[in-house]
């Protein structure tokens, strides 16, 4: 079984696979970042937005909120 393994091709295979699999692990991370800054920015223009709605229409969430039957207060925070 030894004669037929070439140990140093397995040796150049298993190091390329490696380089590979660090430079694939860098492109995700790299992805990753992007995604998260994309999604972070839609929602902090989401809350201006809404919050701009909001005070438009003179909608306070920092108020207490009485509900309909009278029987529970709930706080919006």
Known sequence: MNRNM?????????????????????RQEMMDDAID???EDEEEETD?????????????????????KGAHLILCS
């Not at 701009?52 to 009485?66: A, P, R």
């Open 6 to 26: 070439n140990l140093p091709a397995i040796q150049r295979i298993a190091m390329e696979f490696e380089r590979e699999n660090d430079m694939m692990d860098q």
């Open 48 to 68: 201006e937005i809404v919050n701009q709605v909001l005070d438009e229409i003179g909608v306070d969430l920092s108020q207490s909120v009485w509900h309909p």
């Open 37 to 39: 800054d994309t999604f």
